[in-house]
């Protein structure tokens, strides 16, 4: 049988890295094909990969961030190219930098409609932010797995500040639980 659980997808995967020198993103710009750098709007210069598809920020420190990638997997793919490119243009970057994941973001679908109002009530109000007004989601912060779950009226959800590729699983499992003992999960 499939639960809320099997509906779980990764959007993003975010991590950073850093190759440990300061780069001349002028320089860099012009030297990769396909850069972006514009000073005014961004401090960084963007460097988009294809396959897989994400995105660096590339920064005058040298520190790195992916962002748009689909997996961690992905993620260590993306900058593996993006190191290379950087390797090739003659800047020394480490065999194996430390990446560190900083953010994954998750959708999932409970298969219920959810009734808000009550699930506000019954979470605690000191761990929720319901505002229909403003947003048409509840934020409900959890402290095991520590993510922010999105609960919308519709029982699609998107839970956000996960580490692991497994807490969105467990925050899902958890989330379902906390509705079900309710009473408020269909």
Excluded: W
Excluded at 46 to 56: D, L
Excluded at 168 to 180: G, L, P
């Amino acid at each position: 049988m499939s639960g809320p659980a099997d509906s779980i997808e990764i959007q993003n995967v975010v991590a950073s890295t850093g190759i440990g020198q300061e780069l001349d993103l002028e320089a860099l710009a012009d030297d990769l094909p396909g850069a972006d750098f514009n000073p005014d709007n961004f401090p960084g210069l963007v460097y988009r990969t294809q396959e897989p598809k994400a995105a660096a920020l590339i920064f005058r420190s040298g520190k790195i961030v992916c962002t748009g990638a689909k997996s961690i997997d992905d993620v260590h793919e993306a900058l593996g190219i993006i190191f290379d490119k950087l390797r090739e243009l003659s800047i020394p970057v480490d065999e194996e930098p430390e990446i560190t994941v900083q953010n994954i973001v998750s959708s999932a679908d409970l298969g219920h409609n959810l009734n808000l109002n009550a699930l506000a009530i019954g979470l605690g109000l000191e761990d929720v932010e319901y505002e229909p007004e403003q947003f048409p989601g509840l934020v409900y912060r959890m402290d095991e797995p520590k993510v922010v779950i999105l609960l919308f009226g519709s029982g699609k959800i998107v839970i956000t500040g996960g580490k692991r590729t497994d807490d969105a699983e467990t925050a899902v499992e958890e989330i379902v639980e906390r509705i079900d003992a309710l009473g408020l999960l269909g």
